[in-house]
């Protein structure tokens, strides 16, 4: 037996024995705080929490401007990421823990809330623009690439224009939270499909 398959059979995938690497990073944009934790702002890290519940591991500081957990969802390692810098500049630590962890842009998947799609409607992409959303921006630019995936949660927009800072860094009438914290969960759920069949997978089963 060779020393590969030696590791493989005392460290099996998902047993926990052996560190395993990282092989997706996924990342939920939102503010730190307790006053942001409701907001629309903050929809990205509702998913991220509803990944990490069912093993019961704790978000901890990364020393990169960001708390970090690992989970293995279904055999594949997945390192999840709240970004601490404020929405704006959320590629910041994106860009560190990517170069720490040798995760290359086609295994990222970026979750956020957009203004564009209707209240609790849920939309993946492989590549895309920023579609006017800060954090994104700064993804981007960080990175240098539009080619990640990204799993946009729609918290529709403000009935008066020129008030989406105060809409998006606001909390949510019952009802409309009830149809947010729905596709946050589902986003999580796309999330699982993604990383343990393809984001082509995700995208037939979730978008619309």
């Not at 823990?97 to 939309?123: A, Q, S």
Request: some cysteine.
């Amino acid at each position: 037996m060779d020393a590969a398959s030696l590791i493989q059979k005392l460290f099996p995938r998902g047993s926990g024995g052996a560190h395993q690497q990282v092989e997706w990073l996924v990342a939920g944009l939102g503010n730190p705080g307790p006053k942001y934790r409701n907001t629309r702002h903050n929809v990205g890290w509702w998913s991220l929490d509803d990944l990490a519940e069912p093993t019961k591991a704790q978000f901890k500081p990364s020393g990169a401007n960001s708390e970090t957990v690992e989970i293995n969802c279904g055999g594949v390692q997945v390192l999840l990421v709240r970004p601490l810098t404020y929405v704006n500049r959320s590629g910041d630590a994106l860009r560190h823990l990517m170069r720490k962890h040798h995760v290359e842009p086609d295994r990222l998947i970026v979750i956020y809330d957009d203004l564009n799609l209707e209240t609790g409607k849920l939309r993946i992409r492989t590549r895309g623009g920023a579609g006017g959303h800060n954090g994104m921006k700064s993804v981007i630019s960080a990175l240098g690439t539009e080619e990640f995936a990204r799993i946009r949660i729609g918290v529709g927009r403000p009935m008066i224009p020129g008030d989406q800072v105060d809409y998006v860094l606001g909390t949510m009438a019952p009802q409309e939270r009830e149809l947010v914290r729905n596709a946050a969960k589902r986003a999580a759920e796309a999330v699982e499909a993604a990383v343990t069949d393809s984001i082509e997978t995700a995208m037939n089963r979730f978008n619309g």
